[in-house]
């Protein structure tokens, strides 16, 4: 692949990504880490896009596509209904991560009730809670991304790495029976060190993203715990999570006007009986998931 091949295939994957690791941008033209920096370096001189730590971005994005205002704008209905059902599954006082999708924004403003302790990349989640005094927020550092609102790189996955939770709430960029998938490979590395970071993971999604395939695969299906979406998801998907034992809450009027807890939800299936299970909570009886 000449030079300009490979500027051309980068400069179309930024167009859709908006942002990328060299590692990703690497083995999208097939090239050394070392030859993609250098392509990088020139197309920053042309004014093509902006170098980051480990990556680059569009310079002038052409479509506010990946603005998180304007995302939060799609199936905001659906993603408001998430919100409050998801959070309704969550026990007072845990320690819950956040990630930065516009729908796991929902369910952060919808707990600030059960006084969690959150932890999240998320700048539009950590502005909302900057004035509460009720709140304990821990935000992780990183690169800013200012039109997504979220902070990436190293130093975020660092963080999330040295931190421990008691659940997860992701969102992505689609579902499909081979697993959970999302657009960018810098958020794939955060989340997926929420996941480790997490003693469960609960995946919030619309219904517009089953059956769709983002451009990197984030995690298994028999990674997600819960998925919370909302009643126009296919059942013959829906089934299939049930099928491989992951609980499913669709966020009805009738799921927010009797909100669920995590302990209203039959527990998973273990080896051996469990002692007291009234007394206990969802999360202390299963284990670390591990990618």
Not at 6 to 25: G, N, T
Not at 183 to 194: D, F, K, N, T, V
């Amino acid at each position: 692949m000449t030079l300009e091949e490979r500027q051309k295939r980068i400069e179309e994957h930024l167009l859709k990504v908006e942002f990328a690791s060299l590692e990703e941008l690497s083995e999208l033209v097939d090239a050394s880490v070392s030859t993609v920096r250098r392509d990088v370096s020139l197309m920053e001189s042309r004014g093509m896009v902006c170098r980051t730590h480990g990556g680059a971005r569009l310079a002038n994005p052409k479509t506010d596509e990946y603005t998180f205002s304007t995302r939060d704008t799609h199936h905001q209905a659906q993603k408001e209904a998430i919100g409050r059902a998801c959070a309704g599954l969550i026990p007072a006082n845990q320690t819950v991560i956040i990630d930065a999708g516009t729908t796991c924004y929902h369910v952060a403003v919808q707990l600030e009730a059960k006084s969690p302790h959150i932890i999240t990349n998320s700048l539009p989640v950590a502005n909302h809670f900057s004035s509460s005094s009720r709140m304990e927020v821990v935000v992780t550092g990183g690169v800013i991304y200012p039109k997504l609102g979220v902070l990436v790189g190293p130093l975020a996955v660092e963080a999330f790495s040295k931190l421990r939770a008691e659940v997860a709430i992701l969102s992505c960029g689609g579902v499909t029976e081979e697993g959970v998938t999302n657009s960018h490979g810098l958020l794939i590395e955060i989340q997926r060190a929420m996941i480790n970071a997490a003693r469960r993971v609960i995946l919030c999604v619309d219904s517009s993203k089953f059956g769709r395939q983002s451009i990197s695969k984030l995690c298994d299906l028999d990674v997600i715990d819960v998925v919370v979406t909302d009643p126009a998801a296919p059942e013959s998907f829906l089934n299939l999570l049930r099928e491989r034992k992951i609980h499913v809450v669709l966020a009805t009027d009738e799921a927010v006007d009797a909100p669920l807890t995590l302990d209203n939800l039959p527990l998973p299936e273990v080896e051996a009986p469990l002692e007291e299970p009234s007394q206990r909570s969802y999360f202390e009886d299963v284990p670390v998931h591990q990618l």
